[in-house]
Each structure stands twice: as C-alpha cells, then as structure tokens.
C-alpha cells in the first residue's frame, strides 16, 4: 500500500462473520471483526500497526526497537513478539508498581526474549527511553522508538489497510454497516479507521470508546493522527473533529479497572459466542455495544471490532469473576 514499507507479520484477512446468538439475545443484527486473531504471540490490533512500524525501522537499517506501555501493556507484548521474528533487539519500558508478577503480557515479554525494564511512572519512561536510545545509538544499533500504543502515522496505516480489507470482505457478504465499535486508548486504531473510510469515500459510524482519555483530548488526537496519516500517503488532510465519534461514559472507576459492565460484557461474550473480551480494552467497548443495545439507540447492521487483549485475563482473575 501507498508509499510505506509492510512487513508481512499478521495473519490477515481477519475473520468477519455475525454473532448470532448474541444477536437473538440483543434482537440486533451483530457482527464480529476478529483482530484478537491476528496472530503474533495470542493476537490483537498491533499486529497490524507493527507491519508498518517495523517496515519503517528495517527500512532506517535499525537494529534494536524501543517501546513502553503499562506492564500489561498488550503493545509490549507484540512488539516483542514482531523484533523477535524480524531479528531486532527489543527492549520495553514498562510502567508497573514494586512487585509485578511474571503473568500474562509480562511473561510473554520475557519468553519471547524482549528485555524488560520496569520504571515507575511516565516521567520515569522517558528519561529511562532517552538515556538507552543514547546507549543503544552509541553502540551502532540505531534504535526505533515506538511511542505509546504505536500510535503514530505510520502505525495508523495498519488500520487505514485494515479498512481497506473490511471494505472487501463487506462487499463480498453483500453487507454495510451501520455502526462500527471498537476499544480507543492512543487513538491509532480509529485515525487508521477513519482515515481508510475518508479515502474510500463510504462514511460508516465509527466509534472509540475510550478506555483512559477524556473524549475532547482523545478526539484531538485522533482527528490530528487521522490528517498526518492521510498526508504521510499522499491524500488531502480531510479530518475535521466532527468526523470523530468518541465516547469517555464506559471508562468506569478507571485505566485497567473493570466496572460492572465490562465483567457482564466479558460473561456474555464468552458464554453466547465462545469469545473472550479482556477486561482492559476490549469489554468496555463491548459495554457501550450493550447499554445502547438496551436503550435502542443503535439499529442495523452493527459491526463490533475486537482489538485482542484476551492475555491480561491471567493477569488480573480474581478481578474479573
Ligand atoms: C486490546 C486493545 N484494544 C484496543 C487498544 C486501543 O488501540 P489504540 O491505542 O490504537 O487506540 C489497545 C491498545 O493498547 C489494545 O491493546
């Protein structure tokens, strides 16, 4: 696509299909666009960000990566998983408390051979980042710094190509859809989204619903990733903040808290379609599927895009039954 190196790492196309028996349940026509299968160490939405992320880094001739995130951090985990198959040296700098207990995304980081540093907060992630960036450069490894979430123009392009691929496969089953949900946290997934949707000129609802921002500051972000994406690949910057659909209502008492609504959202899935939700991301967008689902405030064909994250389940049990 366009004028960005891909490097071939996630299993795609990913499955779309209607989830019948949460539809009968919900008396709505849902369907399923299955990212928590993209492969790469248990699959989820950075697996299509990465294919562009580290095109760009073997393209700069890097040798080694760097990225950050929460020490659950579901990016952290493939990112190591993508250094590890492309031949990179990956280091994460991950924010976590005093005892952080080698389980879900934190062990998968340490087998799939990442080198782990724990910090204590964000300041202290990027005065860590700079001074390795400064080691690594020094030793001739030239290191790609991934920001948080991958969230930048080129990592957006995995959804502006995944949006592409939605469009066929739609076509294929003869369907459009009314409303697309998905789980917002850097804002990456939906500016790839839009992006994708403003250039092949259909304009399906897409909604965020965030799991951290406040929707005005996510908004901004996303509108102003959508733009630098559409102009790193050669199209007219066309966002406007209007084209933005945000929610900030199904965030609950926090970041990596599960509210009420995202533990029945995690049951009912699991129970009705044998799909696992993780209780960080991608429950709380099932959440807000769910209450507008009982309001009535949705109707048609309703598409619910799971960004992965099923590995912080064994992490955080006792939280979630
Ligand atoms: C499972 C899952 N869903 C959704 C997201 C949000 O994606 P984005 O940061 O592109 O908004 C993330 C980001 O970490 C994630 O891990």
Not at 60 to 78: F, L
Not at 160 to 170: G, H, N, P, R, Y
Not at 292 to 308: D, P, R, S, V, Y
């Amino acid at each position: 696509m366009m004028n960005l190196r891909r490097v071939k790492i996630a299993s795609l196309p990913t499955d779309l299909y209607r989830m019948n028996r949460l539809s009968d349940y919900l008396g709505l026509d849902v369907y399923i666009k299955r990212d928590d299968n993209t492969g790469l160490a248990l699959g989820g939405n950075k697996a299509r960000k990465l294919e562009f992320l580290l095109g760009e880094a073997l393209d700069k001739g890097s040798k080694s990566v760097i990225t950050t995130g929460a020490v659950q951090s579901n990016h952290a985990r493939q990112t190591a998983a993508a250094c590890a198959l492309s031949g990179l040296e990956c280091h994460l700098v991950l924010e976590g408390g005093k005892s952080v207990p080698n389980q879900g995304n934190l062990l998968l980081d340490r087998l799939l051979g990442a080198e782990v540093h724990i910090v204590k907060d964000e300041d202290e992630a990027n005065m860590y980042i700079n001074a390795l960036q400064a080691k690594l450069a020094a030793e001739g490894k030239n290191p790609y710094v991934i920001p948080v979430g991958g969230s930048t123009p080129v990592g957006a392009a995995g959804y502006f190509a995944a949006m592409m691929e939605l469009f066929s496969q739609s076509r294929e089953h003869g369907i459009s859809f009314d409303k697309i949900i998905f789980a917002s946290g850097s804002g990456g997934t939906h500016a790839g989204l839009l992006a994708g949707a403003l250039c092949l000129g259909v304009a399906p609802s897409l909604l965020g619903v965030s799991v951290s921002r406040a929707a005005a500051l996510l908004r901004r972000q996303t509108v102003d990733l959508a733009n630098a994406l559409l102009s790193r690949v050669g199209f007219p910057a066309l966002a406007t903040p209007s084209d933005v659909n945000v929610t900030d209502q199904f965030i609950g008492p926090g970041y990596g808290v599960p509210s009420d609504e995202a533990k029945e959202a995690i049951r009912l899935f699991a129970h009705l379609e044998g799909v696992l939700l993780d209780p960080v991301y991608t429950a709380k967008a099932a959440a807000a599927l769910l209450h507008m689902a009982k309001e009535g405030t949705i109707q048609g064909n309703i598409l619910f895009w799971h960004t992965g994250g099923s590995p912080v389940l064994f992490a955080m049990g006792d939280q979630i039954i």
